[in-house]
């Protein structure tokens, strides 16, 4: 018998956190690591908020908080989904969680059972395929590509469905690509759901705020879509407030409550203090943290302009986020100072080993010919990451 559940051994190791992991260890070898690995903004996290937090130690907040989180919260979370995304919920469709990825662990909970089909469009956030497989699902990779702008269409939406299709996962704007649904694209792809009322998107908002085009749209806008529809956010990526973990879900009632109740015998209620802070940080404008999407916009031209210099490397634009994916297949099968490139992970590793840059393969996210490099990072490691980078590979 096994020590360790068949559930465990199955699981695919995050490969962002790997490749932060082997980072962390090779600086404390020494070496000058610079990591374009992990999805985190390297600013601080706004002193408006901080404040909040403090003012609610010295209040005394200490206690367990609601399973589900603090009503003041969530009537925080009520204001901001209508102010920015038009959408109308009630205290009782709110559920906080742990971060944004509890939320999506909550929803594969409670909705999933043996075999139900998850539609993911590739590529997609590292987590979606592992937390589905742990719940007994069955994810359906859609393959994009660079040339739609790694978007999944209509028409690879309606080939994907079968009786089995339970649920549709996606964000937007897009980790790893960096790609955003116009709203005319949602309207597309809702226009081949609405002819499967048993299929429930969840659509992951995180990085809605950190948008370079022409602005956000969320599917459940659409009238006929609202009803299955969960709406997945937090604060970690648009507000530098990672390490909060604060995320929440807007959802039909029936699937709040049921979230609320998995929680309930799961983690319960999130930490207090970032609670209260988090009510402060949404009730402000996002105007408030604008000078971080600003700076994340010149980051992007910086790191395309530099990696459009390098022979074999080929990207798009991306509209939002803090990611490149720029796919790198020119170099499968050819040997590079002696190591040979045989896939993505192969060359996410050589530049972690030779150029001291760490990204992470795009395999991890169902794109084996792409790489996702993050620039939440300051434009002179930028500058010297991509230098290497060239240099590595010329």
């Not at 930490?271 to 971080?292: D, H």
């Not at 939002?320 to 190591?339: C, E, I, N, Q, W």
């Amino acid at each position: 018998m096994s020590l360790l559940s068949d559930r465990i051994l199955n699981m695919s190791t995050s490969a962002t956190l790997a490749m932060a992991a082997k980072a962390r260890e090779l600086r404390g070898e020494g070496k000058d690591i610079i990591g374009l690995s992990l999805g985190e903004p390297d600013f601080n996290t706004p002193d408006f908020i901080k404040e909040a937090a403090i003012q609610a130690i010295n209040d005394n907040y200490n206690s367990y908080s609601p399973v589900d989180g603090y009503a003041e919260l969530k009537e925080a979370i009520i204001t901001k989904f209508k102010r920015d995304n038009n959408l109308t919920y009630t205290l009782p469709q709110i559920v906080v969680s742990t971060g944004a990825k509890q939320a999506l662990a909550n929803i594969a909970g409670i909705m999933l059972n043996k075999g139900d089909e998850v539609i993911l469009p590739c590529p997609y956030w590292v987590s979606y395929s592992d937390i589905v497989k742990l719940n007994d699902g069955v994810p359906v990779e859609v393959k994009t590509s660079i040339d739609t702008d790694f978007k999944m269409t209509p028409e690879q939406l309606e080939a994907a469905i079968t009786p089995k299709t339970k649920m549709m996962w996606f964000s937007s704007p897009c980790n790893p690509s960096g790609s955003v649904y116009s709203k005319a694209e949602l309207r597309a792809l809702a226009d081949v759901l609405v002819k499967y009322p048993n299929i429930y998107v969840v659509s992951d908002e995180i990085y809605e705020h950190i948008n370079y085009g022409e602005g956000h749209a969320s599917i459940a806008e659409f009238d006929d879509m609202y009803n299955n529809t969960i709406t997945v956010n937090g604060v970690s990526k648009a507000f530098a407030m990672t390490g909060w973990r604060i995320g929440y879900i807007g959802a039909p009632e029936k699937i709040a409550r049921a979230c609320n109740k998995l929680q309930g015998q799961m983690t319960s209620g999130a930490n207090c203090i970032a609670q209260r802070a988090v009510i402060t940080a949404l009730n402000e404008s996002p105007s408030r943290v604008q000078f971080m999407i600003d700076e994340f916009k010149v980051r992007r031209d910086l790191i395309l302009g530099l990696l459009n210099d390098i022979e074999g490397f080929n990207s798009n634009t991306p509209e939002g986020a803090f990611y490149v994916f720029p796919d790198v297949s020119y170099f499968f099968g050819k040997t590079l100072r002696g190591t040979t490139i045989n896939n993505a992970t192969d060359f996410s590793l050589y530049l972690l080993e030779e150029a001291l840059v760490a990204t992470v393969t795009g395999e991890a996210f169902g794109n084996p010919n792409c790489i996702r490099i993050s620039y939440a990072a300051s434009q002179d490691q930028i500058i010297e990451a991509i230098k290497r980078i060239k240099e590595a590979v010329s």
